[in-house]
């Protein structure tokens, strides 16, 4: 449920700033983000969000890639399917001053497609956001590992052990 809620915030224009390009952030590491997380290599054989949503397991390892699509105020954030287009893909950037929450999409078609990535400490979501860590800004392209958790309500939510940009 809460998957479905931080959706609907997003998709409904939730506060914060305006776009920038992706990578636009400052290149520095905040404090908080753990250096083991990063790889500067890409991550070898990652799959479609659709396609883990489709096949995979609970508890299931996979590497997936995807688009940023907003951050968590902890260690979370959205990553999109690559083959749904953001607002600025389809020529609607004047339409929808936030693209990155894909405000252009059927909103059914977005959640289907859409899993929540969390770096765990001690149970629970780090205290830090991803934002303008290691270049993160809203739709960057990433690969993120790890393990997947799905609940009986078919909400699907990716616990982060590595991750790069694609």
């Known amino acids: ?7 609907l915030f997003v ?3 939730g506060s914060g700033p305006a776009a920038t390009s992706p990578g636009a952030a400052a290149e520095s590491e ?67 001053a936030t693209p990155w929450d894909y405000c252009c999409a059927d909103p059914d078609e977005l959640m289907r497609l859409t899993v929540n990535v969390e770096v765990l400490e001690d149970g ?12 993160l800004d809203r739709l960057t392209e990433v690969v993120v590992a790890g393990t997947l958790r799905k609940d009986e309500a078919g909400n699907m939510r990716l616990e982060a052990s590595r991750m790069s940009l694609q």
């Open 1 to 7: 449920m809460s998957v479905l809620a931080l959706l």
């Open 11 to 13: 998709a409904c224009g």
């Open 30 to 96: 905040p404090a908080g983000m753990p250096a083991s997380l990063w790889s500067d290599v890409p991550l070898p054989n990652p799959v479609e969000v659709r396609q883990a949503r489709e096949s995979a397991e609970d508890g299931e390892s996979v590497v997936l890639r995807g688009t940023l699509q907003d951050f968590g105020e902890l260690s979370t954030f959205l990553l999109v399917d690559d083959a749904l287009d953001d607002c600025t893909e389809m020529g609607e950037k004047d339409h929808c």
């Open 124 to 135: 629970i979501p780090g205290d830090w956001s991803f934002k303008g860590q290691r270049g």
